[in-house]
């Protein structure tokens, strides 16, 4: 059976961060949704319409090429702002039938909103991430895991052991296998 890794948490958590080491260390591919639209922007350029609603459109986009591409790998680590309460979201993840074991990138949302707002400062900003700033109710929308297999919750306001967290993903996943 397929094995899903899901990153998840607040927009600057740290997912990213934490999700591209974590699929080097379980030597699974990594499907990111920012990697998937950054490469669609550069392909594409500016949008005919305002910028933000390009960046959405593409950021839709990289949401069904993430799961298009996820369907025909074993395994994979997911690493997106996928929101706990959105059907569809969940839909697309439980239609993948895989054991699937969640990373939550639990931080407070001050942290978080601060970290974007950072990131969105910085010279090497890709210009296809557009906002600059988040709203307590956009935050609000990733503020607890999926919950759809077991979950790990990772404190990312301090450095994380990832070879330990890989462990802890393998025997998780093992332990689903073996049920």
Known sequence: MRQVVVVSGYPGAGKTTLAVPLAEA????????????????DSLGPGPQDPLAWSRRLGSASMEVLWGLARWCPQVVLEANFRPR??????K???L?????????RCPPEV???RFAERARLSRHHPAHVLTALSP????????????????????TRPIEVRPLADAVRTMLEAAQSS
Do not use: H, M, N, W
């Open 26 to 41: 379980l030597g699974f591919p990594l499907l990111a949704k920012d990697f998937i639209k950054e490469q669609l922007y």
């Open 86 to 91: 959105s059907p569809y979201e969940r839909a």
């Open 93 to 95: 993840l439980a239609g």
């Open 97 to 105: 039938t895989a054991q699937l074991v969640e990373v939550y990138c």
């Open 112 to 114: 978080a909103s601060r």
């Open 137 to 156: 109710e956009l935050l609000s929308e990733y503020g607890a895991p999926l919950a759809l297999g077991p979950v790990l919750e990772v404190d990312t």
